[in-house]
């Protein structure tokens, strides 16, 4: 026997696995996208494309566009906060490498509504953060922390910071430190080496950091419901509610396939701008 | 008094209401589709008519952390037969258990899902005489929207929805549904993330029926809460956090969660509640009866001691929401007293309480859609 053959057999537990319990349920929204609700307040399938005409109504559209906004600002704060860290523990990590990095994954082990909620307690009007401001003398009185769009971002940056830390810090690792050596050797600068040898080098990392942690970001709804005010409604929580308040699974169903293709358009995206730069780095 | 003191981070109220089965998320969304379309129950000729008598162990299925658990062994100790308990955290998933052919002797809907489940054919009947305590239930659910014959529902526990604020710092309440936008509570107000909740005091606020469907009205309802939201600080139906973490000063709320707030501070005298002249929204929880259930006899036992006084005292004692019978009502009353407002009597309502109710899903339909527009724009 080939030792592919060999190998295709284990493929059969994880793929029967996966058929059974994601493919087989996508399908089913699939199709419930296309039914209704009945008088009884029950989903029935059907064939009609009345959900995803209700999909694009203009009403939908600033909710659309603020998730993408948060989910941007937070692609883009965790790149700011994420490299950084990154980068000192594969450079500077030294013996201590896996240490530090368990230490970053051990808090995501936690539940991330359950993490949200301990937001709640630390940004209230009497919470830890205002009362330790006050304290210090920083602030007379309570400032407006929580129920505030930055308060919602902030959420989601402590939520999938590790995506954007783990994927750098790998392409940091995997990058060859005689080529900065060489960058420092031309007489470059730390930042002038930094910004044409390393940032070049590890952009598949960044990339892939900001696509892992934009793509949840956008469908998030813990943190609007739990952080945010009136003016921080997601997409995520209007699929939500139209699960578990609406009662209108068809409509959520509709809702978060319209959502799913969204969403892959940036993947594909990603995957084929992934598969140049792997091409390009080809030598000829 | 045991869970009650320590005043658990989530009320059942609250549970339900945020959706906490949310924590299923957007990742479960998936697997929860296939379970939406239900087989056909078998359900007997002409109903199923329960008789008070053991007639084998009981499976409940309640909320959690809902009932005493020492009722629950007295009665199993008393009556030889089993209780068990499975739990649910969303009523449209107890639906849907049920519509899948699961078999339960007792189940704690809301009167719309009472009324749908109903409406299905999945309710037992039974004649009230059966029940030895019926007497001492609140006469205020003698004749009923969803049950007028009480033939099938008995009321569990009841709240009212009403304004919560903080005495120290909000002056000049005046009873009013328009309390909520009182200028001393300027962007600390909450209203409740509960799409009937927020309509209807919107609705009584502009002197319409509470349950209206008629789109103008509710167009104008929109209107008022669209002016609410610029002066509140969110929405929410963590009622009890935004009160204790003084992130709220005015919060729409229902009234056991005060109970809740009192429990966890150190200045309870500072939280006050009032229901609202405008009219006064009253939820009911009801203990209900299957028709698929195995020892529908034990459940109407059952029951009847839920609603015996003592041990409705006991379990309002437990889990700190009133109950609506004799003996429930007065523990309720005992455990408030430092707070009398919150201690609402159905009978001193009288036109004043009001319960929601909108049966029809193209109302329903029309509801949730003016509170996505409130909530999207």
Partial sequence: MSARGFWSRFLLPGGVWLALLFVVPLCLLLALSFGYTDDLGRAVYAFDFDNYKDAFDPLYIPVLLRSIGFAVATAAICLLLGYPIAYYIARYGGKRKHLLIALLVIPFFVNYLVRTYAWVALLADDGLVNSGLESLGLTESGIQLINTPYAVIGGLVYGYLVFMILPIYASLERMDPSIVEAGKDLFATPFRTFLHVTLPQTKQGILAGCVLVFLPAVGDFVSAQLLGGPDTYMIGNLIQDQFFTANNWPFGSALTVVMMIFLSFWMIGYLRSSAREARQSVPA | ?377
Avoid at chain 2, 89 to 112: C, F, H, S
Avoid at chain 2, 238 to 264: E, K, M, P
Avoid at chain 2, 338 to 356: F, H, K, N
Wanted: charged residues 20%; proline residues 5%.
């Fill in chain 2, 1 to 377: 008094m045991t869970s009650f003191d320590l005043g658990a981070p989530f009320t059942r109220r609250q549970a339900l209401r945020a959706g906490a089965g949310g924590a299923l998320g957007l990742y479960g969304l998936g697997s929860l589709a296939g379970c939406t379309v239900s087989r056909p129950i078998d359900t007997p000729e002409g109903g199923v008519t329960a008789k008070a008598g053991i007639d084998g162990d009981l499976l409940i299925y309640n909320w959690a952390q809902y009932m005493d658990p020492a009722l629950k062994k007295e009665f199993s100790e008393k009556y030889g037969v089993e209780v068990n308990e499975v739990n649910f955290d969303n009523l449209e998933a107890m639906v849907t258990k049920l519509q899948a052919g699961g078999r339960y002797d007792l189940i704690w809907p809301t009167p719309e899902y009472a009324a749908r489940l109903n409406n299905l054919g999945l309710l037992a009947r039974y004649d009230r005489s059966e029940l030895k305590n019926a007497k001492g239930i609140s006469p205020f659910y003698d004749t009923t929207w969803w049950d007028p014959q009480s033939e099938f529902s008995v009321p569990y526990t009841y709240y009212t929805t009403g304004i919560a604020w903080r005495d120290d710092e909000v002056q000049g309440m005046t009873g009013s549904w328009n309390d909520l936008t009182n200028p001393d509570g300027e962007g600390r107000m909450f209203i409740l993330d509960d799409f009937q909740e927020a309509i209807g005091e919107a609705n009584l606020i502009n002197g319409f029926n509470l349950n209206t469907t008629d789109p103008n009205e509710l167009e104008i309802s929109k209107e008022t809460l669209l002016g609410q939201l610029e002066f509140a600080r969110g929405i929410s139906t963590n009622s009890t956090q935004n009160l204790v973490n003084g992130t709220a000063a005015i919060h729409q709320a229902w009234n056991g969660d005060i109970v809740n707030v009192r429990n966890q501070v150190d200045n309870p005298e500072v939280f006050q509640y009032e229901t609202c002249e405008e009219g006064v929204p009253v939820g009911t929880d009801l203990m209900c009866i299957p028709v698929t259930a195995r020892s529908p006899g034990t459940a109407l036992k059952f029951i009847d001691w839920i609603i015996q006084p003592d041990n409705a005292a006991r379990n309002v004692n437990w889990n700190g929401y009133p109950q609506p019978v004799d003996g429930g009502q007065e523990a309720f009353a005992e455990l408030v007293k430092t707070a009398p407002s919150i201690d609402v009597d159905l009978e001193q309502l009288g036109e004043g309480g009001l319960e929601y109710r909108l049966e029809d899903p193209d109302d329903r339909r029309l509801w949730t859609n003016v509170w996505t527009e409130v909530k999207a724009s």
